[in-house]
């Protein structure tokens, strides 16, 4: 049901799945003591948490590594003004398990950009919260 002001609250359930079906997402975190946000490509994994492929010396690992950080992502049509957002906040870590590393090197994202020996950063879904936009009754 869509609150008069068109949104929709969706629970956790629809979140990871319209998660699941998008590429790209934006990672929220503090860099130099200011918020920042970074495009990644991304892929939830089997336990809800958001994975993500970067280079180790890359800022958003030193960044993010052991700190409480948000995800977000969403898809938007402006035809119809509807469309849905998702966040995920919880805590990132590196991994660094060689067990873990070797099943995602297998089966985790890939990075859009050219990479040599790529670290994952898993992102713990902590907290999911999103919302669906959808007209509200009587707009034009």
Do not use: K
């Not at 003004?81 to 873990?100: K, N, Q, Y």
């Not at 590393?101 to 994952?120: A, I, Q, Y």
């Amino acid at each position: 049901m869509f609150h008069t002001d068109g949104f929709r609250v969706l629970d956790r359930r629809e979140c990871l799945r319209l998660l699941a079906e998008v590429p790209v997402g934006r990672v929220v975190y503090t860099r130099q003591a200011l918020p920042a946000v970074l495009p990644v490509n991304f892929r939830l994994d089997a336990d809800a948490s958001v994975l993500m492929c970067t280079s180790p010396a890359s800022d958003l690992v030193r960044a993010v590594d052991g700190a409480v950080v948000a995800f977000e992502a969403d898809e938007f049509d402006a035809a119809t003004r509807s469309g849905w957002s998702v966040v995920v906040t919880g805590l990132a870590t590196l991994v660094t398990d060689p067990a873990e590393h070797e099943r995602l090197s297998r089966t985790g994202p890939r990075s859009w950009m050219p990479l040599r020996d790529g670290v994952f950063v898993r992102i713990e879904s902590e907290m999911v919260t999103g919302r669906e936009l959808g007209r509200a009754p009587g707009a034009q």
